[in-house]
C-alpha cells in the first residue's frame, strides 16, 4: 500500500521523512519505504476574489458581495494591475495532485490546528481528491513525537468540525472585510479604508485608550509622609487620607509636627503563599516577551515557530497553559535535561526527587494542544533571540513546577496628630518558584519592618508634604493590547456586559500576531518606543465607525465563541454562516451611509476622464472613476515618483526632469515622465547637447512597463 504524506513546508516533511528513512529526492516530494511525502508552502488554495464572481471594482450597486457558493484558486500574486495564480504553487499543486493519484491513502501531518487544518482540506478539495486519509496529531517535532504520532494516526474524520470552523472563519472574514472596506471607501470617495471582523475592534481599542489618556486631566493630591526609627532601622508611613489641596495637607502637617511623635495603632502579620505561575500559552508568552524584551507578538510567534521547527519547543500556536498527565509523566526528565544548561543547571539539580508542583497539569483545560514546553532535545548553539525565547520557556517550566513562594506581609497603622498612616513589609521565608529568575513583584519591594507592638510610640524623624497626580491608563504597548484581544470583556465599561463577556476573547493565539500588524502596514497605528499610537488615519477610521456593528467588541467576541463551538461540534456552521450573512448586510449599510471624517486635500482632477479625481496610494496613483482606468505605478526604472512628480504629471503633462533612472542593463538615465496618447505613462528624453555625436534633439518616447 502507498502512503502520501503532506506537510505544511518542506521542512517538517523532510524531519516526517527521516524518522520513515524516506530518502529517494525528488522535484516537490520524497519517496522510500511505501511512502510518498510531500508538503504545502502554507496556504496554497485561497478564496476567489469578488472577480471571479463577476464583481470588478468599488462599485456601490454590488454591495454587499455575498457569494451563494464559494469558489477556492491557488494563491495569487500580484502582476501590474493583475492577480494571477502564483507559477510557483501551479507547480507544487500539480506535484500533490499526482502524489495523491499515486497513493492509496494520505496522512495528514499540517499542523494540529484550525489553520492547519484548513490549509490541507483547501487542497484536498480543490484537486477533487476522493482518497481516504488519516490524521497526524503531534504537539512537537522530535522524533519521538512523531513515532507516537504515526503509531496513534487518528481519522480524518475526526477533525470534519475544525475544517468547518476554518472555512467558516476564512468566509466570515472574506465577507466582513471585503464589504466592509468597499462600503467605507465608497463612502469616502477617496482612498482605500480597510476594515475587518478582527482588525476594526482592535483598532478601536487602542484609539479610546489614545484618547481617554491625551484627553486625561491630572488632579492634584497630597500625602503626608512620616519617618521614624526602631533600634536603628528606619521605616516610613503614607497617610491614609488624600488632601484636595495644599493648605489642607498644610494643616494636617502642622498637627503631625505638633504631636511630635509616632505611635503604632495596629499590627498585622499574615504568611501568605504565592502559587508558581501557570505554563505559557502563546499569548501569555507575546506579552512577556513584549514586556521584557521589546519583542513584537509577530516576532516571538516567527521565533517560537523557528524553535519548534528545530524540534526545542512543543507547538506554539497553542491557547492553553495546562499539561495532561501523561505529558506531566515527561516533565522530570525535562527539568533533568536542564541541568545541562549553565543558565538553570543550579537551579533544576534542587528539583531532582522532589514533588513537583501539579497547578499545571489539568487534562480538562488542555484544548487541541498543551501549554507550551521544552522538549526532551536540548538545543546546541541559537541566535540571540531564539535563545532568549527558549529561556523564558525553560524558566517558566522550572517555575510551574516549583514549591509556593512563602511570605511573611505585615501591614501596620500608626497614628500621629490627628492622622492616620500605613506601611507594608515583606520578608520571604521561602522563595521557591521565584529563585528560578531572582525577580521581584511589587510586594516584594517594600523593606523589611523593625519588630513593632501595638502602643509602641516612637519620636517623629521627619514629616512632610508629598504632592501626587492622578494618572490615566497608559497608552497601550503590545503586551496590554493582547491581553484585552484575549478578553475583550475587560474592556467594555458597563459591568453587567463586562462580565458576562469576561472569558470572550477576540482573534486566537494564532491570529492576534498577524492582527496587530496589519495595523501597521494598514498605516492606522504606529510604535512609539513600546507605545502604540494611531495615526491620523487610524484616528479617522476610529471616529468614522465607532459605534457602528464593524466596531463591535462584543459582537466579535461574541462570533470567535461561536467559531470555538463549530469546532466541537456545539453549533452548525451553516447556522454562523447565515448569521454572518445578515451582520454583513447591516454593516454594509451601515458604512455606506458615513461620512468620512478625512481632510480632503488637494482635488486633483484626472487628465483622462475629467470626473474622476486622481488618488494616492503607497505604490500607485489612480483615478477614482472605476471605469477610467488611469494607473500610475510609482515604480520607474528603480526611482519611486513622488507625490509632487505625480501631481505634475497630471496637471502640467509630464513631471520635471528626473536623474538616475535605470534601463535593463543596469545603465543610468535622466527622463521626464509623461503620458501618451492612451494614457500611458512614457519617458520623455531631454534634447542632447552633444552635437558632436550627431546625436542632438529630442529623442523618441519609451513606454514604462509597469
Known amino acids: 500500500m502507498i502512503t502520501a504524506i503532506i506537510a505544511e513546508k518542506p521542512s517538517v516533511a523532510k524531519d516526517i521523512a527521516n524518522v520513515l ?157 471585503l464589504n466592509a472596506t468597499q462600503a467605507l471607501s465608497i463612502a469616502a ?17 487602542i484609539c479610546s485608550r489614545y484618547l481617554e489618556n491625551r484627553n486625561f486631566t491630572p488632579q492634584t493630591y497630597y500625602q503626608l509622609k512620616v519617618t521614624a526609627e526602631k533600634d536603628g532601622t528606619p521605616f516610613s508611613a503614607i497617610s491614609e487620607h488624600k488632601y484636595e489641596t495644599l493648605p489642607a ?38 506579552k512577556e516577551a513584549n514586556s521584557k524584551l521589546g519583542f513584537s507578538a509577530d516576532k516571538t510567534l516567527s521565533i517560537a515557530q523557528s524553535l519548534y521547527e528545530k524540534k526545542v519547543l512543543s507547538y506554539p500556536r497553542t491557547g492553553s497553559r495546562f499539561i495532561s498527565d501523561d505529558v506531566f509523566d515527561e516533565i522530570p526528565s525535562r527539568i533533568a535535561l536542564l541541568e545541562q544548561s549553565p543558565a538553570f543547571s543550579a537551579y533544576a539539580a534542587t528539583l531532582k526527587g522532589t514533588a513537583l508542583n501539579r497547578r499545571s497539569v489539568d487534562a480538562a483545560k488542555v484544548t487541541d494542544h498543551h501549554a507550551l514546553i521544552i522538549t526532551e532535545c536540548l538545543p546546541g548553539e541559537l541566535p540571540e533571540d531564539e535563545r532568549k525565547i527558549y529561556d523564558m520557556v525553560a524558566a517558566r517550566l522550572l517555575e510551574s513546577f516549583s514549591a509556593r513562594c512563602v511570605k511573611d506581609i505585615t501591614t501596620v497603622r500608626f497614628t500621629a496628630g490627628n492622622s492616620g498612616f500605613t506601611t507594608k513589609g515583606t520578608v520571604i521565608k521561602s522563595a521557591g518558584w521565584r529563585a528560578v529568575r531572582g525577580e521581584k513583584d511589587e510586594d516584594e519591594e517594600a523593606a523589611a519592618l523593625p519588630p513593632l507592638q501595638p502602643g509602641e510610640t516612637f519620636p517623629l524623624q521627619s514629616a512632610e508634604n508629598v504632592e501626587k497626580q492622578t494618572k490615566p491608563r497608559p497608552l ?52 512609539d ?134 534601463n535593463k542593463d543596469g545603465k543610468t538615465f535622466d527622463a521626464h515622465v509623461t503620458f501618451d496618447k492612451d494614457f500611458r505613462t512614457v519617458y520623455e528624453f531631454p534634447p542632447r547637447t552633444d552635437r558632436a555625436k550627431g546625436k542632438g534633439g529630442r529623442r523618441d518616447f519609451k513606454v514604462l512597463h509597469p
Open 21 to 177: 528513512n524516506v530518502r529517494q529526492r525528488h522535484d516537490g516530494y520524497l519517496s522510500g519505504n511505501d511512502y510518498l511525502v510531500t508538503w504545502a508552502f502554507g496556504h496554497l488554495v485561497q478564496l476567489a476574489m469578488p472577480d471571479a464572481y463577476g464583481f470588478t471594482g468599488f462599485r456601490r450597486e454590488n454591495l454587499p458581495i455575498i457569494p451563494q457558493e464559494f469558489k477556492f484558486i491557488p494563491r495569487q500574486i500580484r502582476e501590474g494591475k493583475e492577480y494571477k495564480s502564483d507559477p510557483g504553487v501551479l507547480k507544487q499543486l500539480k506535484v500533490i495532485d499526482e502524489v495523491f493519484a499515486q497513493s492509496d491513502r494520505i496522512i495528514v501531518a499540517t499542523d494540529a490546528g484550525r489553520e492547519g487544518e484548513g490549509i490541507f482540506r483547501y487542497i484536498y478539495n480543490y484537486l477533487g481528491c476522493r482518497k481516504p486519509f488519516v490524521r497526524l496529531w503531534i504537539s512537537s517535532l522530535t522524533d519521538r513525537a512523531i513515532r507516537d504520532g504515526l503509531d496513534k494516526l487518528k481519522p480524518g474524520s475526526d477533525y470534519d468540525n475544525l475544517y468547518r470552523a476554518a472555512e467558516a472563519r476564512a468566509i466570515a472574514d472574506w465577507e466582513i472585510g
Open 189 to 205: 470617495g477617496e482612498g482605500i479604508f480597510s476594515l475587518g471582523r478582527v482588525q476594526t475592534p482592535t483598532l478601536m481599542m
Open 249 to 286: 495637607a498644610t494643616t494636617a502637617l502642622s498637627a503631625v509636627t505638633a504631636t511630635g511623635t509616632v505611635t503604632v495603632a495596629d499590627v498585622q502579620r499574615k504568611e501568605v503563599n504565592q502559587e508558581p505561575p501557570l505554563l505559557y500559552d502563546l499569548t501569555t508568552l507575546q
Open 476 to 527: 497601550h504597548t503590545e503586551s496590554s493590547l493582547l491581553s484585552a484581544m484575549e478578553s475583550c470583556g475587560k474592556e467594555l465599561q458597563e459591568t453587567e456586559l463586562r462580565d458576562s463577556l469576561k472569558d470572550i476573547g477576540i482573534g486566537t493565539p494564532a491570529t492576534r500576531a498577524s492582527i496587530i500588524e496589519t495595523l501597521f502596514s494598514r498605516d492606522y497605528v504606529r510604535r
Open 529 to 662: 518606543k513600546k507605545n502604540l499610537v494611531p495615526t491620523g488615519k487610524g484616528l479617522a477610521v476610529y471616529h468614522t465607525v465607532k459605534g457602528k456593528r464593524i466596531a463591535d467588541v462584543e459582537m466579535t467576541g461574541q462570533w470567535e465563541t461561536a467559531l470555538a463551538r463549530i469546532e466541537t461540534g456545539g453549533m452548525d456552521a451553516a447556522t454562523f454562516r447565515k448569521g454572518i450573512e445578515v451582520y454583513t448586510a447591516q454593516i454594509t449599510d451601515e458604512l455606506l451611509q458615513v461620512q468620512v471624517s478625512v481632510a480632503d486635500g488637494e482635488r486633483i482632477p484626472c487628465p483622462k476622464c475629467q470626473s474622476g479625481r486622481i488618488l494616492f496610494y503607497p505604490k500607485v496613483a489612480k483615478c477614482s472613476n472605476v471605469d477610467c482606468g488611469v494607473t500610475i505605478f510609482r515604480n520607474k526604472g528603480e526611482k519611486e515618483l513622488t507625490d509632487k512628480q505625480i501631481t505634475d504629471l497630471v496637471t502640467k503633462g509630464k513631471t520635471s526632469l528626473i536623474k538616475g533612472f535605470k
